[in-house]
């Protein structure tokens, strides 16, 4: 038998049957068939015993060659697979970019934050700088300094959270007042604006949360008067409710202010009619307000008899329920996005 010409034969048959192969799978098949155990190239080499044994290592590596021959073209054929799998995945993958992009849904500002921008860009343009205050707060500042001492009656108008004997959760906005005042040390005149939350424990109800917002206005100069209070009060109704409201001051009564006013505005619903929205009064209540107390500002390092000054707290879900006729506070933090979308700037 002539092996070279038997090998020659076999590898243009195993060349063919490589070439012709698609899938990965069949790879292994071609592979066990001529390189097997069962296969030709098994065959050819139990001829050996037969070859004269100085002709047996020529003869086993001319095998051995052709097999080694057939191998790199399987791996070859292995890489050519390898890599029309990956450029197929490619083609799946390509991105469209004519296709439209899909919509994703923009948030809107929370309605009480819109309210607190709308006071804000207000007074800002009046010269109104912005504090903040904390959230935990001294018994000192959020009673005390404010000319509330221990035992005042008044304490009761807002129930607290204590967090200690003499740290609490504010319950209004009002010892940014202080702090503020004590910070400017006596000397500067002070016009500042403070929106902020506070804690009260009040029963949740319609009207009530013991969670809510409060926008604290305060000046202090030498000259400041109940007309400058009245003018700026004015001037955030017919931002907030638009032209040619109307303001009426009540008196009323702050342990830190004297006088004290609460504040009505005629109602934008029925331009004063009476209505619904105003229980038939014609005005609606916004917010407290006043000169500030003598002992306020002693006790933030003020000199009495040479400065003056006003100051006001707005309840901000107050307001926004006035002016959208929202009927129960609650809605404002329950996080219902079919109610947060209403009010998309
Ligand atoms: C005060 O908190 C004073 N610090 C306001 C003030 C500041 C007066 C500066 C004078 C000078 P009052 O407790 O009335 O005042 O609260 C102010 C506003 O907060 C109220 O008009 C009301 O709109 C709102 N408010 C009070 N309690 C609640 C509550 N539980 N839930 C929601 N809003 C409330």
């Known amino acids: 038998m002539d092996v070279k010409a038997t090998l020659d034969a076999l590898k243009r048959e195993a060349k063919e049957a490589i070439t012709a192969i698609e ?9 066990a068939k001529y390189l097997g155990k069962k296969g030709p190239f098994a065959d050819i080499m139990k001829l050996m015993r037969d070859v004269p044994n100085d002709e047996k ?11 080694q021959v057939i191998l790199q073209w399987l791996d070859e054929a292995r890489e050519r697979l390898v890599q029309a799998q990956i450029q197929a995945q490619l083609d799946k993958e390509t991105i469209d970019v004519t296709l439209p992009g899909k919509k994703f849904e923009l948030g809107t500002t929370h ?15 009046m010269g109104y700088q912005v504090m903040e205050g904390p959230e935990v707060e001294q018994e000192e500042y959020n009673f005390e300094k404010l000319n509330l001492p221990q035992d005042h009656p008044a304490r009761d108008m807002q129930d607290s959270f204590y967090i200690s004997d003499s ?18 040390g006596g000397t500067k005149p002070v016009k500042i604006i ?3 939350k506070v804690y009260r424990r009040d029963d949740d109800d319609a009207t009530h949360s013991h969670q809510f917002m409060q926008i604290e206005g305060l000046v202090v100069d030498e000259h400041t008067s109940m007309a400058d209070l009245k003018g700026t009060l004015l001037e955030i109704a017919n931002t907030l409710f638009g032209e040619g409201r109307d303001i009426r001051l009540r008196p009323s009564y702050f342990p830190f202010t004297e006088p004290s006013v609460e504040v009505d505005v005629s109602c934008h619903n029925c331009n004063g009619k009476g209505c619904h929205i105003c229980k038939g009064t014609g005005w609606i209540e916004i917010l407290g307000a006043g000169m500030v107390h003598n002992n306020v500002l002693e006790a933030s390092g003020y000199d009495s008899t040479k400065y003056r000054g006003f100051a006001f707290g707005i ?14 506070i609650r809605m404002f933090y329950t996080n219902d996005i079919r109610f947060n979308r ?4």
Request: hydrophobic share 40%; net charge positive; with cysteine.
């Open 194 to 196: 403070c929106p902020g």
């Open 342 to 345: 209403q009010f998309k700037k």
């Open 23 to 31: 899938k990965m799978h069949e790879l292994n098949d071609v592979k």
């Open 57 to 67: 290592p020529l003869f086993g590596k001319t095998v051995n060659e052709a097999k």
């Open 111 to 125: 309605l009480l934050t819109q309210m607190v921008e709308d006071v804000e860009d207000l007074l800002i343009g």
């Open 315 to 328: 309840g901000v879900e107050r307001l926004a329920m006035l002016k959208y006729g929202i009927n129960d």
């Open 167 to 184: 740290t609490l959760l504010r319950t209004h906005t009002s010892p940014v007042q202080v702090r503020t005042m004590l910070q400017y």
